[in-house]
Nanobody, 120 residues
């Protein structure tokens, strides 16, 4: 089970930190990822991190602004989001068990999502 939290309403340029807590499985063995879905759009890859934390991958749209990290001892993955833009507005989901490349359909386990709203 994955539980995402930390979303909210912010102004452009602000920062937010999303958290994803995992329970019930050995998620420390899985690649983890963050994805987002804006209204009327398909779910898209944001960032992924390898099971060890040694490898990360980012969508071009967030590269340099977002940072994904994990602590396997705490069964938690974070997404630090800086310099937020209105186009970052979406429901953000954490997921586990897929490819580091961030292919949405490769991910097996999904959290419920947390809404991020960025106003200009």
């Amino acid at each position: 089970q994955l539980q995402a939290c930390g979303g909210g309403s912010v102004q452009a340029g602000d920062s937010l930190r999303l958290s994803c807590s995992a329970s019930g499985r050995a998620f420390s063995n899985y690649n983890m990822g963050w994805f987002r879905q804006a209204p009327g759009k398909v779910r898209e890859f944001v960032a992924t991190i390898s099971w060890s934390g040694a490898g990360t991958n980012y969508a071009n749209s967030v590269k340099g602004r977002y940072t994904i990290s994990r602590d396997n001892a705490k069964n938690t993955v974070w997404l630090q989001m800086n310099s937020l833009k209105p186009e970052d507005t979406a429901v953000y989901f954490c997921a586990a068990g897929g490819a580091i490349t961030g292919i949405v359909t490769s991910y097996t386990y999904w959290g419920q999502g947390t809404l991020v709203t960025v106003s200009s």
